[in-house]
């Protein structure tokens, strides 16, 4: 099994730019997340879908829309990017609930630069 | 802010020690995980303690959580190389409506042959 796979592996954008990062999971997990890792900090929520059809805000959703597009894919889009988004994306899934109730699997990350 | 702490930032030691890493926590939560991410790839689950729980093993992971302190701490027994690594501790809480996954910065160990 792939478990996570999120696409591109690298982009560059330019300020203003608009993109979409994309995120499978072929585990039938019900649940999946958006997350973001800058240096020197931890992983930080953007968004999530507790189950297909259903999205809700994280710790820092501004910036940022999601689609959730059926049970395996939820993509994250920025629709005019900015310099301090600039980060390392990670998508993730668990089988159900919401990230404080269970164990989250990680795809291998999106590394984003914005100019 | 509710993020984890962890300590030490940075770990290097020898093959067939001891690596401890320490978490320290802000709120109460229901349960800390422990994540390992090698260099330029995702996260990997290692271990979960529930609230109520006080000490856990797995294989090489030992994992203690203290809820009077609001600390955790991951020890790795007889490190490898292939230990090499940055390690997150996450604490799982219901806050702002939700139920969240707190991280930690991490602590990176490194492990020498």
């Known amino acids: 099994n792939a478990g996570v796979t999120q696409t591109p592996k690298f982009q560059v954008l330019k300020t203003g730019q608009s993109m979409t990062l994309q995120c499978a999971q072929d585990?039938?997990?019900?649940?999946m997340y958006w997350y973001r890792q800058d240096p020197g900090m931890g992983l930080r929520l953007i968004y999530y879908?507790?189950?297909?059809?259903?999205?809700d805000k994280g710790e820092v959703p501004n910036g940022y829309n999601v689609s959730r597009l059926n049970k395996r894919e939820f993509s994250l889009r920025l629709e005019s990017a900015a310099p301090s988004q600039t980060s390392v994306y990670f998508c993730?899934?668990?089988?159900?609930?919401?990230?404080?109730?269970?164990?989250?699997?990680f795809g291998a990350g999106s590394r984003l630069t914005v100019l | 802010s509710q993020q984890g702490e962890e300590d030490p930032q940075a770990l290097s030691i020898q093959e067939g020690e001891n690596a401890t890493m320490n978490c320290s926590y802000k709120?109460?939560?229901?349960?800390l995980q422990w994540y390992r991410q090698n260099s330029g790839r995702g996260l990997v689950h290692l271990i979960l303690?529930?609230?109520?729980?006080r000490e856990k093993h797995s294989g090489r992971l030992r994992v203690t959580l203290d809820t009077s302190k609001k600390s955790s701490s991951l020890l790795i027994t007889a490190s490898r190389a292939a230990d090499t690594a940055s390690y997150f501790c996450?604490?799982?809480?219901?806050?702002?409506?939700?139920?969240?996954?707190?991280f930690g910065a991490g602590t990176r160990l490194a492990v020498h042959p």
């Open positions: 996450a604490g799982g809480l219901f806050s702002g409506g939700y139920n969240k996954l707190i």
């Open positions: 303690i529930r609230s109520n729980e």
């Open positions: 585990m039938n997990h019900n649940s």
């Open positions: 709120t109460s939560i229901n349960n």
């Open positions: 879908s507790a189950s297909e059809g259903t999205t």
């Open positions: 993730a899934s668990s089988a159900r609930g919401s990230p404080g109730a269970n164990v989250l699997t």
